[in-house]
């Protein structure tokens, strides 16, 4: 075959120093194919989730692998989105509590709780909440610590192999349920914190009941004692897992148990109390070991002083409204838990339907409009199971919310999962999850 030849005064159509080839996103391909020709055959993006168990249901992990190592490591969320913040501009103020407490579904009552104390400072009546409803608000969000670590604990133990620490963790919770139903009528979902206090006093024997769990959790909590923490196999899968430090937890905004993992005590019912946590007496669980083994230990200790919380509220309850006295924006209604749930009560029903008209419309007029909240915005923040949960609330003047965002600690811890599994193992990184604790219906809202 002849080879061309071209005169000095031709071009040849391919020059040796041809211009290169770019990239849509104006990168030299050449660089690219050089860079791809250094990586390992065996690096390869795996899709872990959305599923339960592992990414506790509706979260999706983009995972980059090396072999069996993490090389990089993305949260997929959105998946559960139901629009919370924004259903709550077209309800009145009362009627937003029964969006908020769908949120973290494992801790209704704090996002009841941090709602209504956002709502009560912009009506300015925070110091006319009577007694009685801060210590059964209290009351219900310890019960409720203890039931979403429970949760936690299980299904902790049951993604890396401990099924029966599942099982303990179920049958305790129940009891915890069983409470909830006895006093607000449902087992999730209550929407009983309302704005000037609770929907209903405790009705007769909820003293009795909470006192006999409280002794019979405070016997059962040994057995994680000695399932887990004595566990080499708990332990090996645990220790060293899912490593976060201080100085990381600060600088992504991590609380909860994950921070004071950390050995940092930081909790918002001692540093911002609220709800009367000032006149109580606990202790703030900390860990050091900056692992998924000390957020096990803390949310155990953390469970101990709950129930110790728990008795102190027994103790504190005394005779009294559980609503503000101001008419003009208590809840009407007067509730009782019959065989079909929270409901009226028959006596009120009859008292509204039959004797007073002036009864009659206040109740329709409240229900319906709800009350006016004063121009302006507040923000209260409140310690929940998984860390700082946060209301920024807003009111153009209206019956209704003109804008709330919520700072849910599962979409802010979320955020420590490149930092948590980056350089671990593929097997790791659902004990790493595990120990984040991550309510998806709180990251989705």
């Not at 956002?118 to 019960?143: C, F, H, N």
């Not at 409140?382 to 209301?391: D, N």
């Not at 003047?397 to 709330?404: A, E, F, K, Q, S």
Request: hydrophobic letters at 40%; one cysteine or more; charged letters at 25%.
């Amino acid at each position: 075959m002849s080879t061309l030849e071209f005169s000095e005064t031709e071009q040849a159509p391919f020059p040796e120093e041809r211009p290169a080839d770019l990239t849509v996103a104006g990168g030299d391909w050449d660089t690219v194919v050089e860079a791809a020709g250094e990586t390992s055959d065996e690096r390869v993006v795996v899709n872990m989730g959305p599923q339960h168990p592992s990414t506790h249901g509706v979260l999706r992990l983009i995972l980059e692998l090396e072999g069996e190592t993490v090389t990089e490591a993305r949260c997929g969320i959105g998946y559960l989105h139901t629009g919370i913040e924004k259903n709550l501009e077209y309800r009145n103020w009362t009627q937003a509590v029964t969006f908020v407490t769908r949120m973290d579904y494992l801790a209704p009552f704090a996002n009841e709780v941090a709602y209504c104390l956002a709502v009560e400072k912009l009506l300015g009546i925070t110091d006319e909440v009577p007694e009685r409803a801060s210590v059964i608000r209290v009351l219900l969000m310890e019960l409720n610590r203890i039931s979403s670590h429970l949760v936690c604990i299980a299904t902790g133990g049951m993604e890396i192999g401990a099924l029966t620490v599942m099982t303990i963790g179920f049958r305790e919770r129940e009891l915890v349920l069983d409470l909830f139903e006895f006093i607000t009528g449902l087992r999730m979902n209550h929407a009983y914190i309302r704005p000037g206090g609770v929907a209903r006093d405790l009705p007769e024997g909820t003293q009795q009941r909470i006192a006999e769990f409280v002794k019979i959790m405070r016997g059962r909590l040994s057995d994680y004692d000695d399932l887990c923490t004595t566990n080499r196999i708990f332990s090996a899968r645990t220790r060293d897992v899912g490593y976060l430090d201080l100085a990381g937890c600060m600088a992504l905004g991590v609380t909860g148990p994950i921070l004071r993992a950390t050995g940092l005590p930081h909790d918002l019912r001692k540093s911002q109390p609220y709800c009367g946590y000032e006149n109580y007496e606990f202790e703030v669980a900390t860990s050091d070991s900056c692992d998924a083994y000390g957020r096990f230990l803390v949310r155990l200790e953390e469970m101990k002083q709950s129930l110790s919380i728990v008795e102190q509220c027994l103790d504190l309850l005394r005779p009294g409204p559980v609503m503000v006295a101001d008419r003009k924006i208590a809840w009407p209604a007067q509730l009782s838990v019959r065989a079909d749930g929270l409901g009226n009560d028959l006596e009120y029903v009859r008292q509204i339907m039959g004797e007073s008209m002036e009864s009659l419309i206040h109740h329709f007029k409240l229900v319906t409009e709800g009350f006016r909240v004063r121009e302006g915005q507040a923000y209260v923040g409140v310690e929940s199971p998984r860390g700082e949960l946060g209301v920024h609330a807003v009111s153009d003047g209206g019956t209704r919310p003109y804008r709330v965002h919520l700072r849910d600690p599962s979409f802010v811890n979320l955020q420590a999962v490149p930092a948590m599994c980056e350089g671990g193992m593929v097997a790791d990184v659902i004990a790493a999850i595990a120990s984040i604790d991550p309510v998806m219906g709180g990251a989705d809202r």
